[in-house]
């Protein structure tokens, strides 16, 4: 391993660059350059730490936080998350992380570039909106460790907190307002109240009324079971959790609105309740 100096002329004003060379692990020659000779002697000292570790990647051949970024998407998938949940770590990754840090090499990465990143996502996103977009990036570095693509975390222990101040309860609609709504709805026609009464007045999730068919409606009983959801891209699939799975009584109004639908569309069981 050595350091030398390296000078050249670049129109009519002379460059100074320190060039550390080594043998990795494998016994290949490999270089980074470096601004000071200072820098180069602090990358000299980890670079043999890491080797003596057996833990060290080359400049050259780590990847970049992009392309981290896309091995926790194909982790996800492989995983059997939800579409909707890996289509949102996608959208956070291409509008937050990439810009900001995705070029950079998960090797050449410091502490300093993580605090960096977390004082512009604060500065750009709300408290909540950069906590979660923080969240994913910590997450990717952490896969990145555990599958040995680097030799130290340097986002572990930094954090990114938020004041108090910006915690909002949750504000819910009044009861003027649902029965406003349920009374706007019956004027709109049948599938419009029948929607309005089952997710304003008995919690159905929006995958839940997608994956909505009459074979799962007892007007009789006035009972509706969940056990099937569609997310938006219209795949069919269980509830989210165990406790998703239920059967719930309808409501008097809501069971004259869903009947008041089915004698309009008369539909098979195995049609969707709203087929729009």
């Not at 975390?153 to 029965?179: G, I, W, Y």
């Amino acid at each position: 391993m050595s350091i030398r100096k390296r000078t050249w002329v670049t129109r009519g004003q002379q460059k100074t660059a320190w060039v550390l060379v080594y043998s990795d692990g494998n016994g290949k020659r490999k270089q980074e350059t470096f601004a000071t000779k200072r820098e180069a002697e602090r990358r000299w000292s980890e670079i043999s730490a890491e080797l003596h570790r057996g833990s060290h990647i080359s400049l050259a051949d780590s990847l970049t936080v992009t392309q981290a970024g896309d091995l926790w998407i194909e982790r996800a998938i492989s995983e059997g998350l939800e579409r909707s949940t890996y289509e949102e770590y996608r959208r956070v990754l291409r509008l937050h992380i990439v810009p900001l840090i995705g070029s950079v090499k998960l090797v050449g990465l410091t502490r300093a570039d993580v605090e960096n990143l977390r004082d512009q996502l604060l500065s750009e996103l709300s408290p909540k909106s950069a906590t979660r977009v923080f969240s994913y990036f910590k997450i990717i570095m952490k896969m990145a460790e555990d599958k040995g693509l680097i030799p130290t975390n340097v986002a572990d222990k930094v954090k990114l907190v938020t004041s108090k101040r910006h915690r909002h309860r949750p504000e819910f609609f009044q009861m003027d307002e649902v029965n406003a709504a349920l009374a706007a709805s019956l004027e709109l026609g049948p599938e419009f109240s029948a929607f309005a009464h089952l997710f304003w007045l008995h919690g159905l999730r929006s995958s839940e009324g997608r994956g909505l068919t009459w074979e799962a409606i007892n007007l009789e009983k006035g009972m509706v079971t969940i056990a099937q959801r569609a997310d938006r891209w219209r795949t069919i699939g269980p509830p989210k959790s165990e406790s998703s799975f239920r059967t719930i009584p309808l409501t008097p109004s809501c069971l004259q609105a869903l009947a008041i639908l089915k004698s309009k569309a008369n539909p098979n069981s195995n049609d969707f309740v709203f087929s729009g």
